[in-house]
């Protein structure tokens, strides 16, 4: 960590680049910590598991010092008047009281318990991600019922669990026997009538509020009672789809990232009615399938996506302002040990999905400051989407 700190704290043209954009992330990591909204813990979990970055942001921003911090943004905030730049109040209280995020942290919490018996699990999809799921489940040592549109929709999933499995027994990790054993787990069904002795149902299909609302009105007549009722979502409302229902209590989001069966971090997202024996419940599970659960509720982007798009939309203001080039910026962050430069990550996650988070963040948060960057919305009209058309910011 001290690595970072000291590359930011340097005075050459690259560092200037990265505090641009790396100050406003620790300070929307510090107003969400002070909102209540998450805890330090599962706000730094939730960007180390869910973007692989070494550090998370309030760990981050204890090493660099509140002090620091403030008038780092101070200064942003002169030169931008964006009310984004303005140091959040428990930084300025820290700077203040000498106090810290981890000094504030609640300590050893004891671990989830599973209120509710899950033996059987069902997955609504046949998509990459719902491969995924299914394959974690099963892998875990749940029996696992997946439901497709058609066999053959069925068939690519277990075909695609099949091929992991595989490099997993060339890899050593796995023998014939093991993998035997996973593919046994697993049953198929066109029909959703097959989740009827499901103990926890989680949907992963198309990210359409309409037919999620269908699927979850479908699934309250069908699941029986108590059965957990859970969605993938990445944009859309946890407390929609539980007044869907006539059991909000019962449902919930596990927002799993993709790949699922390589990413640890699962965001465990609770509605108004969500009860606390299913959070609870969810966030044991998660711990017993491999994963690290992160709590936090129904709002726009959650923890991770809420706080790495408005960075990532900074970056392209950033080389729009003609401050540093697309080239520059990405070697500016990586020098802080980030995995990938902010338009190598736009043009992995896809310049569509990208804009369309930030209109919502926007939508619900109301900052004029995160306005879509008009290049963003250049490239998405262009067609210009990233690895998957073969240009975005860059060119594959």
């Known amino acids: 960590m001290q690595e970072i700190v000291d590359r930011l704290t340097h005075s050459d043209p690259a560092a200037d680049v990265a505090r641009k954009l790396l100050l406003p992330y620790l300070n929307h990591a510090a107003t969400m910590y002070e909102s209540g909204y998450a805890t330090s813990d599962d ?16 760990a981050l921003a204890d090493a660099i ?84 549109r058609s066999d053959d929709k069925i068939a690519g999933v277990v075909a695609a669990i099949t091929k992991s499995l595989d490099k997993a ?9 093991g993998k ?39 699934l309250d007549a069908i699941a029986k009672p108590g059965a957990i009722l859970a969605t993938t979502t990445s944009s859309l409302s946890i407390n929609a789809c539980a007044a869907a229902t006539k059991r ?26 969500t009860s606390e024996e299913v959070d609870e419940t969810v966030r044991a599970l998660c711990l017993a399938i491999g994963k690290h659960p992160v709590s936090c509720g129904d709002r726009a982007g959650f923890i991770v996506n809420a706080l790495l798009f408005p ?30 430069g902010p338009f190598q990550l736009l043009d992995v996650v896809g310049n569509d ?17 995160w306005q879509p960057a008009p290049t963003l919305e250049q490239k998405v009209a262009e067609g210009k989407l990233g690895r998957k058309t073969g240009e975005g910011f860059h060119t594959y």
């Open 43 to 58: 706000i730094d979990a939730a960007m180390r598991f869910g973007c692989g970055y070494p550090v998370g942001p309030l």
């Open 65 to 148: 010092g509140a002090q620091a911090l403030v008038t780092g943004l101070d200064k942003l905030y002169a030169e931008t008047g964006d009310e984004v730049h303005q140091p959040a109040s428990v930084l300025t209280t820290q700077a203040a009281d000498g106090t810290t995020f981890a000094s504030a942290a609640a300590g050893d919490v004891p671990a989830p318990q599973l209120r509710h018996e899950i033996t059987r699990v069902g997955v609504v999809g046949t998509g990459t991600m719902a491969s995924g799921i299914v394959e974690v489940f099963a892998k875990a040592g749940y029996d696992v019922t997946v439901i497709g």
């Open 169 to 177: 027994v060339s890899r050593g990790k796995l023998d014939e026997d």
């Open 180 to 218: 035997a054993t996973v593919l046994a787990r697993l049953t198929g069904a066109t029909e959703r009538s097959a989740l009827a002795d499901a103990d926890l149902v989680v949907e992963a299909i198309a990210e359409d509020l309409d037919v999620k609302l269908e699927l979850f009105a479908d």
């Open 248 to 273: 909000p209590q019962d449902v919930i989001g596990m927002h799993f990232f993709n790949p699922a069966a390589v990413m640890k971090l699962v965001e465990v997202v609770t509605a108004d009615e």
């Open 311 to 340: 960075y990532l939309n900074d970056a392209i203001k950033l080389s729009e302002a003609g401050v540093a080039s697309v080239e520059e910026i990405d070697e500016a962050l990586r020098a802080t040990q980030l995995p990938m």
């Open 353 to 369: 999905v990208s804009l369309a988070i930030q209109r919502s963040l926007v939508s619900t948060f109301g900052h004029a400051g």
